[in-house]
């Protein structure tokens, strides 16, 4: 069973890009969250997305946007880039909603905002 | 707003020894409280959790202790060795609707040999 991967690993921008970071949920899991973290700091929540669908944000603006596809991945877009958006960017999946089912963590990206 | 304020930041235990890490909550709505543990370059792992319905939860080395009415939690790491070494954060969050987590700021744990 594959654990939840991302990519890129690593990336740098500069201020004003935009950036798509990509996350391949667990086999078996329909539910993917979108987290940043800040250097020292622990993760915050930005949205989650159950059956390509958002079903839930945290206080982020909405230059963060994402999607999920049929075949339960997703992506963390972020527009107009700032200096402040240097974090690591998590993607954790689960099973489903249910009380049950753990949130597995991938290993993050790196970015880096110049 | 810091909802979950997790103590201490850092802490040194000698190889053996017993660490203790804790977090208090404000939500009274959470109703799921899990620790995690994270390597440099790795994303958070989820070691252990409990829900508010029992005081204590053990697995192997780890233990919380849930006090409801103070609002506060805490992980007990038994026996600590060099390999438990890494930053450990504690979590809240309301199974109901969007389950999302609410994390702690972290706690950097150095088990010394």
């Known amino acids: 069973e594959t654990g939840v991967t991302q990519s890129p690993t690593h990336l740098i921008k500069t201020r004003g890009q935009q950036v798509t970071l990509r996350c391949s949920s667990q086999?078996?899991?329909?539910?993917v969250s979108w987290y940043q973290q800040a250097l020292g700091q622990g993760p915050q929540f930005i949205f989650q997305y159950y059956r390509e669908e958002e079903n839930g944000r945290g206080n982020f603006p909405p230059r963060f946007s994402g999607l999920q596809f049929p075949n339960y991945s997703s992506e963390l877009n972020v527009n107009a880039l700032e200096l402040d958006d240097s974090a690591l960017y998590l993607c954790?999946?689960?099973?489903?909603?249910?009380?049950?089912?753990?949130?597995?963590f991938g290993n993050g990206t790196r970015l880096t905002v110049t | 707003q810091q909802q979950v304020k997790q103590s201490p930041q850092s802490l040194i235990v000698q190889k053996g020894g017993i660490s203790i890490i804790n977090c208090a909550y404000e939500n009274t709505a959470f109703d799921y409280f899990p620790w995690y543990q994270q390597f440099p370059g790795k994303g958070p792992a989820l070691l252990i959790a409990i829900r508010p319905d029992v005081s204590e939860k053990k697995e192997g080395r780890f233990t919380i202790s849930f006090n409801k009415s103070a609002k506060q939690f805490s992980l007990h790491i038994m026996d600590s060795q060099p390999g438990d070494s890494a930053t450990y954060f504690c979590?809240?969050?309301?199974?109901?609707?969007?389950?999302?987590?609410?994390f702690g700021s972290g706690t950097r744990l150095q088990v010394q040999p």
């Open positions: 954790a999946s689960s099973r489903d909603r249910s009380s049950n089912s753990p949130l597995h």
């Open positions: 086999s078996g899991h329909n539910t």
């Open positions: 979590a809240a969050m309301k199974m109901a609707g969007r389950r999302a987590l609410t």
